[in-house]
């Protein structure tokens, strides 16, 4: 995978240089990605290393779908950062830098086989992993900054004294300096206007022949521009060498899965949630739970449930499997499923579906340990019809029937007429982001709690997943003391007759 021993004409001399005499494969915490893996990779790791940075750019979206400041969105991408694709400095003693840079570099190249698709798909990938470079750039040790810069050539021309010198009153007014005040010109560095339209735009250059004379304290713009421009080209390369992959049958499914994920907005360990979480939950207790703890999709399986007697399959599916990972064992869910349906007879309940809420909790059939779905499965599975109730809310309600929905299940927890015109700006946007809407109802439905706008489900992630919102909402209630971080393991999906 990723494997190649011919150097090419126009490859990165920097990078041939690192090999020969840097005693690190990757000598610096920042990275422009000018060539691939040249390791064998597994499908495993290969897999791991593309969802981890995955939860990284779906969060850094949501910050922007949220409206957060730099600084917010600063935050929230360090800390999932440290959680998932931690990047430390060379001075860090202790850690393993070769193997943390080496799933980056890993996790971004794969990123680029998934997203390079279409072009909304690529305008997403290239905002989102700007943002993450600006983070790292921000964050990133002065001196290991610096000699990253030295690395490469970012085609700038530094002026000398002379041109300091003779348009000193020039710069220092695009540099809001006052004039006579004998401040020394800072360092300047000469590039095209066009590689700084941001600074062109603001004014912070001095325009001459075509040229931008750009401050030192203002270079991170040309880097920035530089990356992302090498970033576009890279993708558009990436496209059209893609149909390659159509024959490989291990790595396509992989690649739709990812694209599928960063489409829905979200990525999330909650996705392999497969057995119980918290205290176990009993049939009696559901009733109550549902009007305090869930999210809209479940709540509307539920209350679908209670006025029909019954669900069909992939509402069963999507809501069962939800219970079962709240904590409904599977006598409990028996008993459930029972009284819910109500008018049926015991006998065609007990052939029809027993079997198959045992085989969702790996007693019949393979006896697997089913997962429940996250919110990306349910968005990007089978779409419900007319008479169906799976799905999601936010996605497949009309607006109408949405913001009808939002009121009645949840006014009594603090949802009010006004807060509709915000969940529909992110329903409705030109590139949806259901999730931010799902997140920001569990923020206003808990402030009572004590979550404030921008918290999310705790650390400020978005909603990924409806039993993460049911267990997030569940140690709320219980208050700090008992609040803790859920961890789940598992794989798998489920398919059940």
């Known amino acids: 995978?990723?494997?190649?021993?011919?150097?090419?004409?126009?490859?990165?001399?920097?990078?041939?240089?690192?090999?020969?005499?840097?005693?690190?494969?990757?000598?610096?915490?920042?990275?422009?990605?000018?060539?691939?893996?040249?390791?064998?990779?597994?499908?495993?790791?290969?897999?791991?290393?593309?969802?981890?940075?995955?939860?990284?750019?779906?969060?850094?979206?949501?910050?922007?779908?949220?409206?957060?400041?730099?600084?917010?969105?600063?935050?929230?991408?360090?800390?999932?950062?440290?959680?998932?694709?931690?990047?430390?400095?060379?001075?860090?003693?202790?850690?393993?830098?070769?193997?943390?840079?080496?799933?980056?570099?890993?996790?971004?190249?794969?990123?680029?086989?998934?997203?390079?698709?279409?072009?909304?798909?690529?305008?997403?990938?290239?905002?989102?992993?700007?943002?993450?470079?600006?983070?790292?750039?921000?964050?990133?040790?002065?001196?290991?900054?610096?000699?990253?810069?030295?690395?490469?050539?970012?085609?700038?021309?530094?002026?000398?004294?002379?041109?300091?010198k003779q348009y000193a009153a020039e710069l220092s007014m695009a540099a809001s300096v006052p004039p006579n005040s004998n401040v020394p010109p800072?360092?300047?560095?000469?590039?095209?206007?066009?590689?700084?339209?941001?600074?062109?735009?603001?004014?912070?250059?001095?325009?001459?022949?075509?040229?931008?004379?750009?401050?030192?304290?203002?270079?991170?713009?040309?880097?920035?521009?530089?990356?992302?421009?090498?970033?576009?080209?890279?993708?558009?390369?990436?496209?059209?060498?893609?149909?390659?992959?159509?024959?490989?049958?291990?790595?396509?499914?992989?690649?739709?899965?990812?694209?599928?994920?960063?489409?829905?907005?979200?990525?999330?360990?909650?996705?392999?949630?497969?057995?119980?979480?918290?205290?176990?939950?009993?049939?009696?207790?559901?009733?109550?739970?549902?009007?305090?703890?869930?999210?809209?999709?479940?709540?509307?399986?539920?209350?679908?449930?209670?006025?029909?007697?019954?669900l069909k399959h992939h509402a069963r599916l999507q809501y069962g499997l939800f219970l079962k990972v709240l904590g409904l064992s599977i006598d409990e869910a028996v008993t459930f499923w029972r009284r819910s349906f109500s008018t049926m007879q015991d006998d065609k309940f007990n052939k029809e579906y027993k079997y198959n809420i045992r085989h969702s909790y790996g007693l019949e059939g393979k006896r697997a340990n089913y997962p429940a779905r996250s919110c990306q499965q349910i968005l990007m599975g089978e779409t419900p019809g007319a008479q169906d109730s799976h799905g999601c809310p936010f996605r497949h309600f009309s607006p109408e029937n949405l913001q009808t929905g939002l009121l009645s299940m949840y006014s009594h927890q603090g949802f009010r007429e006004s807060d509709l015109l915000e969940i529909m700006s992110h329903v409705n946007s030109k590139t949806p982001h259901y999730h931010v809407a799902c997140t920001r109802v569990f923020e206003i439905t808990h402030g009572s709690k004590g979550v404030k706008k921008g918290d999310g489900v705790g650390s400020g992630e978005s909603v990924t997943h409806p039993n993460q919102y049911a267990a997030r909402s569940r140690e709320l209630e219980k208050g700090p003391a008992d609040s803790g971080t859920v961890k789940t393991e598992g794989d798998g999906d489920v398919t059940m007759g």
Not at 236 to 262: A, C, M, W, Y
Request: proline share 4%.
């Open 1 to 164: 995978m990723f494997k190649s021993s011919n150097k090419k004409p126009g490859q990165s001399t920097y990078a041939s240089q690192v090999e020969k005499y840097s005693p690190l494969k990757y000598p610096h915490r920042l990275n422009f990605y000018d060539r691939p893996p040249l390791d064998d990779i597994t499908i495993e790791e290969f897999e791991i290393c593309a969802l981890d940075r995955l939860r990284i750019l779906a969060e850094i979206e949501s910050s922007y779908a949220r409206n957060r400041s730099w600084d917010e969105l600063k935050d929230v991408a360090q800390k999932h950062s440290e959680k998932y694709l931690p990047l430390n400095s060379n001075t860090a003693k202790f850690k393993s830098l070769e193997a943390e840079r080496r799933k980056d570099h890993i996790g971004h190249f794969v990123l680029r086989l998934a997203f390079c698709r279409t072009e909304e798909l690529r305008r997403r990938f290239v905002k989102a992993e700007l943002a993450l470079f600006k983070v790292r750039w921000d964050t990133d040790d002065r001196a290991e900054r610096e000699e990253f810069l030295q690395s490469r050539d970012f085609g700038w021309d530094a002026v000398d004294d002379a041109e300091l």
């Open 186 to 310: 800072e360092k300047h560095y000469k590039v095209r206007w066009t590689r700084v339209p941001d600074l062109v735009e603001k004014r912070k250059v001095f325009l001459k022949g075509g040229m931008a004379y750009v401050p030192a304290k203002e270079q991170a713009s040309i880097v920035f521009e530089e990356f992302q421009r090498s970033l576009e080209k890279s993708l558009q390369l990436t496209l059209k060498h893609l149909p390659r992959l159509d024959e490989d049958t291990r790595i396509v499914p992989l690649l739709d899965n990812l694209s599928q994920g960063f489409q829905a907005g979200i990525s999330s360990e909650w996705s392999s949630a497969s057995e119980a979480v918290g205290d176990e939950v009993t049939a009696d207790m559901i009733d109550d739970f549902s009007r305090k703890h869930f999210p809209m999709c479940m709540r509307h399986l539920h209350e679908s449930l209670r006025r029909d007697k019954h």
